[in-house]
């Protein structure tokens, strides 16, 4: 079996992690220090179409979903490990189970926005005390 990245992977790979180095990682100290969200960054990411990566490609989604799902966790926490969650969240949370679970003209409607980053997903994560 043959676990190395396709040329496509590489170049998606390469992607990212240049807008990460542009984008994340000049900010990530500035938000680490001030406490801030780093709404801008999520914006940017939305932008590029790394928050709806894990809908089905019938829906307007990427036909490697998972692998680029991973790819875009990686190279977005090498710049900034806060933002690596972006990507996983979204994909993993909301994403996916929204593209299952909703019906036809909602699903329709959602799943293709979000594949065109025109929606972001909320996710709400309390600590336990």
Not at 19 to 47: I, M, V
Not at 58 to 80: K, L, N, T
């Amino acid at each position: 079996m043959d676990f190395a990245f396709s040329e496509e992977h590489n170049l998606f790979r390469n992607a990212v992690r240049k807008f990460a180095e542009r984008e994340l990682a000049p900010h990530y100290q500035q938000h680490d220090r001030d406490k801030t969200f780093p709404e801008r960054q999520l914006k940017a990411c939305a932008e590029l179409g790394l928050l709806g990566l894990r809908i089905p490609e019938a829906m307007g989604g990427s036909p490697h979903a998972y692998v680029a799902s991973g790819i875009a966790a990686e190279e977005c926490g090498r710049a900034d490990f806060n933002v690596a969650y972006f990507p996983l969240m979204s994909n993993s949370c909301a994403m996916s189970s929204a593209s299952r679970s909703a019906t036809g003209r909602r699903r329709s409607r959602r799943s293709s926005s979000a594949a065109r980053s025109s929606a972001v997903s909320s996710n709400r994560i309390e600590a336990c005390s």
